[in-house]
């Protein structure tokens, strides 16, 4: 039986027991707090899915293997809306860059762009904390011929949803008022 099928059984079963001793307004608040789950859970595997796509890839190849398909790793990088400029040591910065940073445990959750110009690599994108902004700069900066590294990650942490669980408090203190 597939996950999503265990899942979805699962979450069934839950909202009937809810449901048994619950008001109108509780079940409604139930069914988001699953629905918000479920979403959270699909992002979860998304990310571990592109994760596990950059763990992938050869991130130790020789100078001389990436010269030969540079211009496909130029293509990934246009496509994920980064830049890499003409210097001709630009594309192997940025490569070894992206593969240092894939390989950071703390930072796999991370959306991290790299952008490299003469030399100069520019991180940008969101990570959960102060800890992981520093660590994706000094990461950056372990990287031969790195000579700058500008650092314009943001910290945005992940509380998508606690807005949902002080609503689905309030509804529920509101709806115990009034019976």
Same mark, same amino acid.
């Given at each position: ?62 100078? +001389?293997?990436?010269?030969?398909? +540079?211009?496909?790793?130029?293509? +990934? ?53 102060? +800890? ?6 000094? *990461? ?6 790195? *000579? ?32």
């Amino acid at each position: 039986m597939s996950r999503k099928t265990l899942l979805a059984i699962f979450a069934a079963a839950a909202l009937a027991a809810l449901a048994a001793g619950c008001s109108s307004s509780e079940n409604a608040n139930n069914v988001n707090n699953a629905n918000n789950a479920n979403a959270n859970r699909a992002n979860t595997n998304a990310n571990a899915n592109a994760n596990a796509n950059a763990n992938a890839r050869n991130w130790n190849m020789t100078h +001389e293997e990436y010269n030969k398909n +540079e211009a496909n790793y130029r293509a +990934e990088a246009k496509g994920r809306g980064e830049t890499i400029g003409q210097d001709i040591e630009d594309g192997w910065i940025h490569f070894k860059v992206r593969g240092a940073l894939a390989l950071v445990n703390d930072l796999r959750d991370s959306t991290i762009n790299v952008d490299v110009e003469k030399k100069v690599v520019t991180l940008r994108g969101s990570v959960a904390n102060a +800890e992981q902004k520093k660590k994706a700069e000094d *990461t950056a900066k372990k990287i031969d011929g790195v *000579t700058k590294v500008v650092n314009k990650l943001e910290i945005k942490s992940d509380n998508s949803n606690s807005g949902n669980k002080n609503a689905n408090a309030n509804a529920h203190a509101a709806a115990n008022k009034k019976g």
